[in-house]
């Protein structure tokens, strides 16, 4: 896939919105996730199918009462999500932490509203919503609108069969464009850009801050701001890790698609992002500091052969580390692995992918079922790619140890603080790395380590900056 081209297109004026909001435009990284989708008439079909499902299911709950909410003028609308049903009444926001009281204390009226990632239906949790201050986002929109998705979808179909005769689109490009368009991510875009609309023009902020890492319905998002009031300033909040082989977070779109400042998290991230993004926002971009409290604390008390197993938050990337951490397990028995998934990742889904049933793991694997500080006590190492967790687990005391595969990018968020002496890509190369992290050169090594990575991690909020950030209207 040439990502050059797939740019270009999306800098066409010409090109409609729902072309545009199709997710395999938007590379996040250079994931086999992002870029190797297969296409399947079948597939395309089936997801049609489901989609008229949904369609014939929401007419028929039309006349049904809804969860009405009014809201008023609010200076700031904050944009989150809902991974886990416990996360629903937290004091601290699962991405902004402790942002909001931020605010509280300088008198900054704001509205959050949050994206349901969870199964439970929307109007349930919103029921249970003790945050009169917010709102969770229904998955799906009424009869109307989803028609409207579908309809556009079909003319968005023709646009990219036009793109294809035109030769603006290779045969590998077109069908992997198509297999998206009909993907849920894509209209998961659709339905945000329709839902923002409908609450800017309800709470009338200022300011939209969103978490932006340059997905789809980021895009879409921004976009449904504009549309409404191109006054309207959007904030992006880069909260995970980025590196070099990351993609969207550093590209340009035509219109109003892009955020007018992004605040960083991390120094190392914000670093790359001055390097690496467009010249129109490079003096834009703040190194805000972490909004999550640093309550990290070194623990002593941690099995000395045991590994906690964190891949990201996607099935590929699951198979790839049980697959891994399995093989191990079988032909160390003394050594022993945790394995723990991410909250948007079914368990059940995983184990049919590796063709295995729990009752038929070795006895040195355990599923997790506890808290991740809990996993990360109980070890002494963690086994990772791409997940941001392996931060907090490492300022923990876990040693990282990174399984890189030689089907993908280097993704990996420790990397300018551990280079490449933790890599691992088979059995051997792991043994190795076991003798060699018990050197008393290591070792003091890795307290250095941590220390930086601490430093670049868990940076106290900047309040004066982000204060400052609303001074402009």
Wanted: overall charge positive; charged content about 25%.
């Amino acid at each position: 896939m040439k990502i050059k081209t797939l740019n270009n297109i999306l800098d066409n004026k010409k090109i409609s919105l729902t072309t545009k909001s199709i997710s395999a435009f938007h590379i996040v990284k250079l994931h086999s996730l992002f870029i190797k989708k297969k296409f399947s008439v079948i597939n395309i079909i089936y997801k049609i199918f489901k989609k008229i499902l949904v369609i014939i299911f929401i007419f028929n709950d039309f006349f049904k009462k809804k969860y009405n909410k009014k809201i008023p003028n609010k200076k700031i609308l904050i944009i989150s999500h809902l991974i886990n049903k416990k996360h629903l009444n937290s004091k601290d926001d699962f991405y902004y932490g402790n942002f909001e009281n931020i605010l509280k204390k300088f008198n900054k009226s704001y509205y959050k509203l949050m994206i349901n990632h969870t199964d439970i239906n929307s109007s349930y949790l919103n029921l249970k919503n003790r945050n009169k201050n917010s709102f969770i986002l229904d998955k799906n929109l009424n009869f109307e609108y989803e028609c409207k998705i579908i309809f556009k979808k079909i003319i968005s179909l023709f646009e990219l069969f036009f793109l294809f005769f035109c030769r603006k689109l290779s045969f590998k490009n077109f069908f992997l464009l198509i297999t998206s368009l009909f993907d849920s991510t894509t209209s998961f875009s659709l339905r945000i850009n329709y839902q923002i609309k409908d609450f800017i023009k309800s709470v009338n902020p200022s300011f939209c801050i969103l978490t932006y890492e340059g997905y789809s319905w980021e895009r879409m998002c921004i976009n449904g701001v504009k549309s409404v009031d191109e006054k309207i300033e959007c904030i992006g909040y880069q909260h995970t890790p980025v590196t070099h082989h990351h993609r969207a977070i550093f590209n340009y779109m035509n219109g109003n698609f892009n955020p007018d400042k992004i605040w960083c998290s991390q120094i190392n991230s914000y670093k790359i992002l001055r390097k690496k993004i467009y010249k129109k926002l490079k003096k834009k971009i703040l190194f805000v500091g972490n909004f999550k409290k640093n309550t990290i604390k070194k623990s002593k008390i941690y099995n000395s052969k045991s590994f906690l197993v964190i891949p990201e938050g996607i099935y590929s990337e699951c198979d790839i580390l049980f697959r891994f951490s399995l093989r191990l397990a079988r032909q160390f028995k003394n050594l022993s692995f945790i394995w723990r998934v991410h909250p948007v990742i079914n368990f059940k889904k995983v184990l049919n992918d590796l063709n295995i049933k729990k009752n038929n793991l070795p006895k040195n694997i355990l599923i997790s079922s506890k808290k991740f500080e809990e996993d990360v006590l109980r070890c002494k190492y963690v086994i990772y790619t791409g997940s941001a967790a392996v931060i907090k687990s490492v300022l923990m005391g876990n040693y990282p140890i990174y399984f890189h595969s030689d089907n993908e990018k280097n993704f990996d968020p420790l990397i300018a603080f551990f280079g490449d002496k933790n890599y691992v890509n088979n059995e051997k190369s792991f043994l190795n790395l076991l003798k060699r992290i018990e050197y008393k050169s290591y070792k003091k090594d890795f307290r250095k380590k941590v220390l930086s990575l601490k430093n670049d991690s868990f940076s106290n909020p900047d309040v004066k900056k982000i204060i400052n950030s609303f001074k402009s209207r």
